[in-house]
Protein backbone atom coordinates (compact mmCIF):
# COMPACT_ATOMS: atom_id res chain seq x y z
CA UNK A 1 0.00 0.00 0.00
CA UNK A 2 1.56 3.53 -0.64
CA UNK A 3 1.95 6.13 2.17
CA UNK A 4 0.13 9.03 2.81
CA UNK A 5 2.10 12.06 1.69
CA UNK A 6 3.52 13.35 5.04
CA UNK A 7 1.24 16.82 6.19
CA UNK A 8 4.04 19.59 6.82
CA UNK A 9 3.84 20.01 11.06
CA UNK A 10 3.34 24.04 10.60
CA UNK A 11 1.22 26.36 8.28
CA UNK A 12 2.81 28.97 6.39
CA UNK A 13 0.81 31.96 5.68
CA UNK A 14 1.67 34.43 3.40
CA UNK A 15 -0.14 37.81 3.94
CA UNK A 16 -0.57 39.90 0.61
CA UNK A 17 -1.87 43.19 1.83
CA UNK A 18 -1.92 45.59 -1.10
CA UNK A 19 -1.62 44.17 -4.74
CA UNK A 20 -1.95 46.80 -7.90
CA UNK A 21 -5.80 46.36 -8.75
CA UNK A 22 -7.66 47.74 -6.05
CA UNK A 23 -7.89 52.08 -5.75
CA UNK A 24 -7.28 53.22 -2.19
CA UNK A 25 -10.30 56.00 -3.17
CA UNK A 26 -12.60 52.96 -3.35
CA UNK A 27 -10.73 50.94 -0.12
CA UNK A 28 -9.87 53.59 2.06
CA UNK A 29 -8.46 50.99 4.52
CA UNK A 30 -5.93 49.45 1.62
CA UNK A 31 -2.44 50.19 3.09
CA UNK A 32 -0.73 52.14 0.06
CA UNK A 33 2.13 54.26 1.74
CA UNK A 34 5.46 52.68 2.72
CA UNK A 35 4.32 53.78 6.43
CA UNK A 36 0.83 51.96 5.85
CA UNK A 37 2.03 48.47 4.47
CA UNK A 38 4.91 48.69 7.04
CA UNK A 39 2.67 48.81 9.74
CA UNK A 40 0.24 46.45 8.15
CA UNK A 41 3.56 43.85 7.68
CA UNK A 42 4.50 43.91 11.04
CA UNK A 43 0.79 43.69 12.73
CA UNK A 44 0.50 40.69 10.32
CA UNK A 45 3.59 39.08 12.10
CA UNK A 46 2.52 39.48 15.36
CA UNK A 47 -0.60 37.14 14.31
CA UNK A 48 1.27 34.73 12.69
CA UNK A 49 2.00 35.46 9.42
CA UNK A 50 5.62 34.47 7.53
CA UNK A 51 5.67 36.00 4.27
CA UNK A 52 4.90 39.30 2.77
CA UNK A 53 4.51 39.64 -0.51
CA UNK A 54 4.51 42.97 -1.68
CA UNK A 55 3.52 45.57 -4.21
CA UNK A 56 4.82 48.45 -4.44
CA UNK A 57 2.39 52.36 -4.93
CA UNK A 58 3.66 55.45 -5.48
CA UNK A 59 3.01 59.17 -4.00
CA UNK A 60 -0.45 59.35 -5.25
CA UNK A 61 -1.43 55.25 -4.44
CA UNK A 62 -0.67 54.29 -8.02
CA UNK A 63 0.90 50.90 -8.79
CA UNK A 64 4.92 51.27 -9.38
CA UNK A 65 7.48 49.73 -10.59
CA UNK A 66 9.95 52.22 -9.93
CA UNK A 67 13.21 50.76 -8.80
CA UNK A 68 13.15 53.44 -6.26
CA UNK A 69 10.07 53.17 -4.52
CA UNK A 70 10.18 49.66 -4.93
CA UNK A 71 13.78 49.27 -2.86
CA UNK A 72 12.80 51.68 -0.12
CA UNK A 73 9.65 49.17 0.63
CA UNK A 74 11.90 45.75 0.60
CA UNK A 75 14.05 48.31 2.81
CA UNK A 76 11.55 49.46 4.94
CA UNK A 77 10.16 45.97 5.54
CA UNK A 78 13.37 44.01 6.16
CA UNK A 79 14.16 47.32 8.77
CA UNK A 80 10.66 46.68 10.81
CA UNK A 81 9.93 42.91 10.38
CA UNK A 82 12.00 39.36 9.91
CA UNK A 83 9.20 38.46 7.26
CA UNK A 84 10.37 36.66 4.23
CA UNK A 85 10.11 39.23 1.69
CA UNK A 86 8.17 38.07 -1.43
CA UNK A 87 8.38 40.93 -4.24
CA UNK A 88 5.69 40.61 -6.83
CA UNK A 89 6.69 40.10 -10.13
CA UNK A 90 3.20 40.11 -11.53
CA UNK A 91 2.64 43.88 -10.98
CA UNK A 92 -0.08 45.27 -12.29
CA UNK A 93 -2.36 44.50 -15.38
CA UNK A 94 -0.60 46.89 -17.43
CA UNK A 95 2.51 46.88 -16.48
CA UNK A 96 5.21 46.32 -18.85
CA UNK A 97 6.80 43.18 -19.15
CA UNK A 98 10.62 44.02 -18.76
CA UNK A 99 9.92 46.31 -16.18
CA UNK A 100 8.36 43.35 -14.06
CA UNK A 101 11.52 41.30 -14.82
CA UNK A 102 13.60 44.80 -13.64
CA UNK A 103 12.39 44.30 -10.12
CA UNK A 104 14.50 41.33 -9.20
CA UNK A 105 17.34 44.12 -8.82
CA UNK A 106 15.43 45.10 -5.28
CA UNK A 107 17.04 41.83 -4.27
CA UNK A 108 14.08 40.37 -2.35
CA UNK A 109 14.70 36.79 -0.67
CA UNK A 110 11.66 36.03 -2.99
CA UNK A 111 9.82 36.59 -5.90
CA UNK A 112 6.33 35.87 -7.17
CA UNK A 113 6.43 34.07 -11.03
CA UNK A 114 3.10 33.43 -12.90
CA UNK A 115 3.10 30.32 -15.25
CA UNK A 116 0.86 31.62 -17.77
CA UNK A 117 -1.07 33.94 -19.34
CA UNK A 118 -4.98 34.31 -17.80
CA UNK A 119 -8.06 36.21 -18.63
CA UNK A 120 -8.20 38.85 -15.29
CA UNK A 121 -11.56 40.00 -14.99
CA UNK A 122 -11.86 42.18 -18.03
CA UNK A 123 -8.13 42.15 -18.30
CA UNK A 124 -5.03 40.18 -19.26
CA UNK A 125 -2.63 39.34 -17.20
CA UNK A 126 0.13 38.45 -19.50
CA UNK A 127 3.03 35.62 -18.52
CA UNK A 128 4.33 34.48 -22.06
CA UNK A 129 6.72 31.58 -21.92
CA UNK A 130 9.76 33.89 -22.81
CA UNK A 131 9.06 36.07 -19.81
CA UNK A 132 8.72 32.78 -17.38
CA UNK A 133 11.93 31.30 -18.41
CA UNK A 134 13.65 35.10 -18.06
CA UNK A 135 12.24 35.37 -14.12
CA UNK A 136 13.22 32.04 -13.62
CA UNK A 137 16.76 32.15 -14.70
CA UNK A 138 17.56 35.63 -13.69
CA UNK A 139 15.56 34.33 -9.97
CA UNK A 140 18.71 31.39 -10.10
CA UNK A 141 21.58 33.38 -10.86
CA UNK A 142 20.65 36.29 -8.45
CA UNK A 143 19.51 33.91 -5.64
CA UNK A 144 16.00 35.08 -5.17
CA UNK A 145 13.50 31.78 -4.37
CA UNK A 146 10.35 31.84 -7.00
CA UNK A 147 6.95 31.19 -5.66
CA UNK A 148 5.17 29.69 -8.51
CA UNK A 149 1.82 31.23 -8.94
CA UNK A 150 -0.30 28.74 -10.76
CA UNK A 151 -4.33 30.17 -12.16
CA UNK A 152 -5.49 27.34 -14.06
CA UNK A 153 -4.29 23.16 -13.82
CA UNK A 154 -2.67 23.65 -17.18
CA UNK A 155 0.11 26.24 -15.81
CA UNK A 156 1.22 23.10 -13.58
CA UNK A 157 2.45 21.53 -16.93
CA UNK A 158 4.09 24.35 -18.05
CA UNK A 159 5.79 24.50 -14.51
CA UNK A 160 6.85 21.00 -14.51
CA UNK A 161 8.21 21.41 -18.35
CA UNK A 162 10.36 24.72 -16.61
CA UNK A 163 11.49 22.67 -14.59
CA UNK A 164 12.92 19.78 -17.04
CA UNK A 165 14.62 22.51 -19.19
CA UNK A 166 15.71 24.99 -17.12
CA UNK A 167 16.51 23.07 -13.69
CA UNK A 168 15.39 23.63 -9.81
CA UNK A 169 14.98 27.20 -8.40
CA UNK A 170 17.42 29.00 -6.08
CA UNK A 171 18.11 26.65 -3.10
CA UNK A 172 16.51 23.85 -4.48
CA UNK A 173 12.81 23.90 -3.07
CA UNK A 174 9.90 23.89 -5.33
CA UNK A 175 6.87 25.96 -3.70
CA UNK A 176 3.67 26.54 -5.28
CA UNK A 177 0.64 28.98 -4.89
CA UNK A 178 -2.09 28.12 -6.33
CA UNK A 179 -4.46 31.47 -6.59
CA UNK A 180 -7.73 30.34 -7.26
CA UNK A 181 -11.26 32.44 -7.84
CA UNK A 182 -9.87 35.08 -10.81
CA UNK A 183 -12.61 35.73 -12.73
CA UNK A 184 -10.68 33.63 -15.81
CA UNK A 185 -8.40 31.04 -14.05
CA UNK A 186 -9.67 28.02 -12.17
CA UNK A 187 -12.47 28.22 -9.90
CA UNK A 188 -11.25 28.51 -6.18
CA UNK A 189 -13.70 24.97 -5.18
CA UNK A 190 -12.35 21.80 -3.37
CA UNK A 191 -12.77 19.61 -6.21
CA UNK A 192 -10.28 22.15 -8.30
CA UNK A 193 -7.81 22.44 -5.46
CA UNK A 194 -8.32 18.22 -5.44
CA UNK A 195 -7.05 18.68 -9.08
CA UNK A 196 -4.15 20.31 -8.34
CA UNK A 197 -2.65 18.61 -5.64
CA UNK A 198 -2.76 15.31 -7.49
CA UNK A 199 -0.69 17.00 -10.30
CA UNK A 200 1.59 18.83 -8.18
CA UNK A 201 2.23 14.67 -6.61
CA UNK A 202 2.56 13.19 -9.68
CA UNK A 203 4.54 15.69 -11.84
CA UNK A 204 6.76 17.76 -9.76
CA UNK A 205 9.74 16.74 -7.57
CA UNK A 206 9.19 15.16 -4.26
CA UNK A 207 8.67 17.64 -1.51
CA UNK A 208 7.40 20.55 -3.59
CA UNK A 209 5.02 22.30 -1.47
CA UNK A 210 1.72 24.18 -2.07
CA UNK A 211 -0.28 27.51 -0.69
CA UNK A 212 -3.42 28.20 -1.62
CA UNK A 213 -5.20 31.62 -2.24
CA UNK A 214 -9.12 32.00 -2.87
CA UNK A 215 -9.87 35.42 -4.08
CA UNK A 216 -13.07 37.01 -2.66
CA UNK A 217 -15.77 35.26 -1.78
CA UNK A 218 -13.75 31.72 -2.36
CA UNK A 219 -11.40 32.62 0.32
CA UNK A 220 -12.79 30.45 3.27
CA UNK A 221 -13.48 27.28 1.10
CA UNK A 222 -10.16 27.82 -0.71
CA UNK A 223 -8.66 28.08 3.09
CA UNK A 224 -10.15 25.13 4.39
CA UNK A 225 -9.66 22.61 1.18
CA UNK A 226 -5.87 23.71 1.29
CA UNK A 227 -5.47 22.59 5.44
CA UNK A 228 -7.50 19.36 4.83
CA UNK A 229 -4.57 18.97 1.85
CA UNK A 230 -1.54 19.56 3.95
CA UNK A 231 -1.45 23.02 1.85
CA UNK A 232 -0.25 26.59 2.97
CA UNK A 233 -1.88 29.40 3.05
CA UNK A 234 -1.92 32.89 1.75
CA UNK A 235 -4.39 35.63 2.30
CA UNK A 236 -4.67 39.49 2.32
CA UNK A 237 -6.65 42.36 0.64
CA UNK A 238 -4.74 42.46 -2.52
CA UNK A 239 -7.26 38.83 -2.85
CA UNK A 240 -10.38 39.43 -0.03
CA UNK A 241 -12.08 42.80 0.57
CA UNK A 242 -14.95 41.34 1.73
CA UNK A 243 -14.69 39.16 5.37
CA UNK A 244 -18.35 38.17 5.66
CA UNK A 245 -21.63 38.58 3.20
CA UNK A 246 -21.75 42.31 3.81
CA UNK A 247 -18.98 43.03 5.95
CA UNK A 248 -15.79 44.97 4.70
CA UNK A 249 -12.68 43.66 5.68
CA UNK A 250 -11.13 46.03 8.76
CA UNK A 251 -7.61 45.62 8.14
CA UNK A 252 -5.31 42.76 6.97
CA UNK A 253 -4.55 41.94 10.49
CA UNK A 254 -8.20 40.39 10.71
CA UNK A 255 -7.14 38.09 7.41
CA UNK A 256 -4.25 36.55 8.98
CA UNK A 257 -5.45 35.91 11.88
CA UNK A 258 -8.57 34.34 10.56
CA UNK A 259 -6.41 32.26 8.75
CA UNK A 260 -3.82 31.37 11.52
CA UNK A 261 -7.04 30.52 13.88
CA UNK A 262 -7.82 27.69 11.37
CA UNK A 263 -4.35 26.57 11.20
CA UNK A 264 -4.02 26.29 14.53
CA UNK A 265 -7.54 24.40 14.60
CA UNK A 266 -6.15 22.42 11.87
CA UNK A 267 -3.44 21.51 14.41
CA UNK A 268 -0.60 22.78 12.08
CA UNK A 269 0.19 26.21 13.59
CA UNK A 270 1.64 28.92 11.87
CA UNK A 271 5.33 29.11 11.02
CA UNK A 272 8.02 31.56 12.15
CA UNK A 273 9.47 33.34 9.27
CA UNK A 274 12.63 31.36 10.24
CA UNK A 275 10.75 28.23 10.18
CA UNK A 276 9.51 29.65 6.34
CA UNK A 277 13.06 30.54 5.60
CA UNK A 278 13.99 26.63 5.97
CA UNK A 279 11.03 25.43 4.39
CA UNK A 280 11.48 27.55 1.41
CA UNK A 281 15.31 27.36 0.95
CA UNK A 282 16.00 30.91 1.81
CA UNK A 283 19.16 31.77 3.62
CA UNK A 284 18.41 33.05 7.39
CA UNK A 285 18.00 36.37 7.93
CA UNK A 286 20.47 38.49 9.33
CA UNK A 287 19.96 38.26 12.96
CA UNK A 288 16.10 38.75 12.50
CA UNK A 289 13.32 36.31 13.56
CA UNK A 290 14.00 33.54 16.37
CA UNK A 291 14.53 30.03 15.09
CA UNK A 292 14.25 28.45 18.42
CA UNK A 293 11.27 26.20 17.26
CA UNK A 294 11.79 22.34 15.36
CA UNK A 295 12.13 22.04 11.80
CA UNK A 296 8.53 23.00 9.97
CA UNK A 297 7.84 19.95 8.46
CA UNK A 298 7.99 16.62 9.96
CA UNK A 299 9.23 14.42 6.68
CA UNK A 300 9.96 17.01 3.95
CA UNK A 301 8.15 15.07 1.61
CA UNK A 302 4.56 17.01 2.02
CA UNK A 303 2.51 17.46 -0.64
N1 LIG B 1 -1.85 42.02 -10.21
C1 LIG B 1 -2.16 40.77 -10.84
C2 LIG B 1 -2.52 40.97 -12.28
C3 LIG B 1 1.70 38.59 -8.69
O1 LIG B 1 1.76 39.42 -7.82
O2 LIG B 1 2.66 37.92 -9.04
C4 LIG B 1 -1.08 39.81 -10.77
C5 LIG B 1 -0.50 39.51 -9.45
C6 LIG B 1 0.41 38.34 -9.42
O3 LIG B 1 -0.74 40.16 -8.46
ZN1 LIG C 1 0.36 39.98 -6.29
Given amino acids: MTPAPAVPAGTLITVAPTGAETAKADVPALPVSVEEIVAAARSCEAVGASVVHLHVRDGQARPTLDLGHVGELVAAV ?8 QLSSGGAVTDPLPERVAVLEAAPDAASLTLGTVNFGDDVFSNPWGLIVELHTQMQARGIVPEYEVFDLGQLATLARLLDRH ?21 GTTAALAACVAEVRSTLPAGTTFAATGVGRTSLPVMLAALSAGGHLRVGMEDTLTYAPGEPVRDNTQLVARAAGLAQIAQRPPLTPDQARTLL ?23
Avoid: F, K
Fill in 78 to 85: REATALVV
Fill in 167 to 187: GLPHGGHVHVDLVMGVPGGMP
Fill in 281 to 303: GIAPAGGAGTGTTPSPTDTGGAP
